[in-house]
């Protein structure tokens, strides 16, 4: 049955050989003129054969600019792709935590223990410029390295999918609530930098829980 089956034609695209038409045309009148026995040049077979090179030569030279644009083009998308991608990190954590989460991520120093809650207001301060309130209860602090990174992350992923954020600081733990699904990028930089610091993210229905190590 397989062996009956019709195949379909394969076409190629314009944009795939976009001189093949025209170069062929010109190969095949070069082939008349040599046929028929002249041309522009004595001997016809001299016609056809500086015609042929000049048609491959502009073939291969129009190649060779299609491809130089080509890879500007894809070098411009790259760079676009990691410019965003930069912003995007300095968003989720910070100019000053970017430099110390990257530090982390490769296996740099924690930095000194800080105070969770103090850390909580600081990040709830900084997305005050987005509109979404970020209320913060501290019921236990605690001390904590490396901390910052991951519990600013979770905040900024509260605050794009909330009108409102809540985040509690409480015994072992720091609870971010909001009212979107949070997950995505910054739940995964959150949840490698918190490994990192001997914590855990938990992500639930409209709230990240982020346990703190038990050393702290």
Known sequence: MLASAKRRPVRLKAL????????????????????????????????????TAIVVAALWLRGRI?????????????????????????????????????DVLTGGPLGPPRSVAASAREIGAATRSTGVPVVVAVEEDAMVAGIDGPLRALVWR???KSTTVTVAVT??????????????????????????????????E???????PTRA
Do not use: C
């Not at 041309?39 to 077979?45: Q, Y």
């Not at 676009?80 to 989720?92: D, F, I, K, M, P």
């Not at 409209?206 to 703190?212: K, P, Q, S, T």
């Open 158 to 160: 509260a605050v794009a």
């Open 206 to 212: 409209g709230l990240a829980v982020l346990e703190l």
């Open 66 to 102: 299609a491809r130089h644009r080509a890879r500007r083009r894809a070098e411009a998308a790259d760079a676009a792709v990691l410019h965003g991608a930069a912003s995007r990190l300095r968003n989720v954590v910070g100019d000053h935590e970017l430099a110390v989460a990257l």
């Open 171 to 204: 015994t072992g733990r720091v609870e971010v609530r909001g009212e979107g699904p949070l997950d995505g990028f910054e739940v995964d930089l959150a949840r490698g930098l918190a490994r990192r610091a001997g914590a855990e993210v938990h992500v639930f």
């Open 16 to 51: 795939d050989v976009p001189d093949a038409f025209p170069a062929a045309a010109v190969i095949v009148a070069l082939g008349l003129l040599l046929y028929a026995g002249g041309g522009p040049l004595r001997p016809a077979l001299a016609t056809f054969a500086i015609g």
